[in-house]
């Protein structure tokens, strides 16, 4: 058991001038105030990557810009999976009895760092350098080979996945930090440009600016009381052309392990926070984690049972579809949205007596799985 | 028969795959064992270049300024015959199902794999 007793986010979107460090410094800066802790307090650092700043030691590089001298600190590397697996091994840390309080920090300016180009380009290595990548394929283009197969398996129209963008942005409109607030249609999602069908524009999460950070700490450190008591990973394939199938993926056997873990049913489950950098990603793996039945996550969803006052509230600061998508910092996002729910500080998106959430992201293409089980103590 | 096989993405205009003589299990991305039973020397065979389609995608936003001139183009997975499955481009008319064979076509400098329907082909 560990305590999560901070959690900082900066808005998403464009911040222009503002670098990796700026970033990382700002959010780290509002978890420290959060958890009411001092600089001096931290004794582990566990650090993601940024593509605008690729650098071997990323972690050492923070903590003498921060003024950190931690006793543990690195980074690690999970693709769109490495928030919550950084929250996943900072856990574990502390049950250990290696530290006492981990800052957990990401931070990338990867919408004004780099050109379009360069960063479709850096996404798209984690396919095939010989065999994928020559092809012209692209991130998008990976899912959507994914979404037509898990389509036409299961019978989702793109109605179904649009319903979801919907949602997304439905959530992002209340919150002030989200990077599109505007309310869109189904139609709107339907008539958004293609990009790698049946994927369109407003399937695909954008590229944002944008910093998180979280402290995981030993014992609480103020009236907080919000605890990781289960995690889960699995790794089937890092490219999809190796992948066993592209309608049953690691998800699944991930979040049953956090689930045994925690000692918990999906039953329990009232608040989910789950990875969707494209909408065939949320549809995907709200059906497989068993948060909604194949083939019905946007039924669901255009029914308002992800609504933060419906049955099972879902990603309600926007997910990556709308709050945005700075890398490492993209999914931890989730995760200090669902401390915010948990602590009741959500404000106008709060939803009613959520007690016991499930976080899962992925990295690659559906390759890495990580899941975490938090919930707020009596 | 290693040496004769043609491999697009060394150059050549022909699928190559591997096949482990000790477990008999197939793959398509080459390296020097067998990633089921750890087994070494697997064999690298010719592909029949005869599948069918699993998944397909219209892309439409290329990576970079080379490709943004073949835009459209349609990326697929085919499950190769030989029980292995590859990605390559497609005729844009393909579907999920549909009965292919390869022919080999340039795409920025490069040979590489594109399917069409199997009876068209005759």
Redesign the interface.
């Known amino acids: 058991m560990s305590w999560i007793t901070g959690v900082g986010l900066t808005s998403y979107g464009k911040h222009p001038g503002r670098g990796t460090l700026d970033l990382m410094s700002d959010a780290a800066s509002a978890a420290l105030g959060d958890a009411q802790l001092e600089r001096a307090d931290i004794d582990g650092l566990v650090c993601g990557y940024s593509t605008t700043m690729p650098h071997l030691m990323l972690a050492t590089v923070f903590a003498e810009h921060f003024g950190l001298r931690p006793g543990y600190a690195h980074a690690i590397q999970v693709g769109g999976a490495t928030g919550f697996a950084m929250a996943m091994l900072a856990h574990h840390l502390i049950e250990s009895g290696v530290a006492r309080n981990i800052l957990v920090v990401a931070g990338e300016n990867r919408l004004t760092g780099q050109s379009r ?1 360069s960063a ?2 850096t996404l ?1 290595q984690v396919g ?1 350098p ?3 990548v ?5 991130i ?2 990976y899912y ?6 898990y389509m ?1 398996v299961y019978g989702h129209g793109e109605t179904d996945l649009a319903e979801l963008a919907v949602l997304m942005r439905r959530h992002a409109g209340l919150h002030p930090g989200a990077q599109f607030r505007e309310p869109i249609t189904v139609d709107m999602v339907l008539g958004s ?7 369109k524009l407003l399937d695909c999460c954008p590229v944002s600016d944008g910093g998180a950070a979280f402290l995981i700490s030993r014992d609480r450190s103020n009236d907080f009381a919000v605890r990781i008591i289960g995690t889960g990973q699995a790794h089937t394939h890092q ?4 992948a066993a199938s ?1 309608t049953q993926f690691g998800a699944a056997s991930s979040a049953a392990k956090a689930r045994e873990s925690a000692g918990i049913t999906i039953r329990d489950i009232d608040y989910a926070a789950i990875y969707d950098s494209f909408t065939i990603t949320l549809t995907i793996l709200l059906e497989e984690l068993g948060l909604a039945p194949r083939g019905n996550a946007g039924t669901l969803s255009a029914e308002g049972y992800f609504d933060h006052d419906g049955k099972l509230p879902l990603n309600t600061h926007g997910g990556l579809l709308s709050y945005g998508h700075c890398g490492v910092g993209g999914a931890m996002a989730h995760l200090v949205e669902t401390h915010m729910q948990l602590t009741g500080r959500a404000g106008k998106r709060q939803a009613k007596n959520t007690r016991l959430a499930l976080l899962h992201g992925d990295g690659g293409v559906l390759s890495s799985h990580v899941s975490l089980i938090v919930e707020r103590a009596a | 028969m290693t040496a004769e096989c043609e491999d697009w ?1 060394r150059g050549g205009a022909g699928i190559a795959y591997q096949n482990c003589v000790s477990c008999q299990a197939v ?3 080459q390296r020097e064992f067998c990633p089921v039973c750890g087994a070494g020397d697997p064999v690298i065979r010719q592909a029949s270049r005869a599948g069918t389609v ?12 080379e ?1 943004r001139a ?1 835009t ?2 349609l ?3 085919v499950d190769a015959e030989e029980g292995f ?5 497609g005729d844009p008319t393909l579907e ?1 199902g549909d009965r292919v064979h390869a022919r080999f076509v340039d ?2 400098g ?1 040979k ?1 794999p594109y399917f069409e329907p199997a009876d068209g082909r005759r």
């Open positions: 180009d479709v380009q798209a095939h010989a065999y994928e020559p092809l012209g394929a692209t998008p283009a959507g080979l994914v979404a037509s197969r036409h440009k293609p990009i790698a069908l049946p994927l490219h999809i052309t190796a592209l | 993405t793959w398509y991305f699993h998944a397909r995608t219209r892309v439409t936003r290329a990576p970079n300024e490709l073949h459209p183009y990326i697929v997975l499955r590859l990605m390559a481009h999920i795409l920025a490069r590489i």
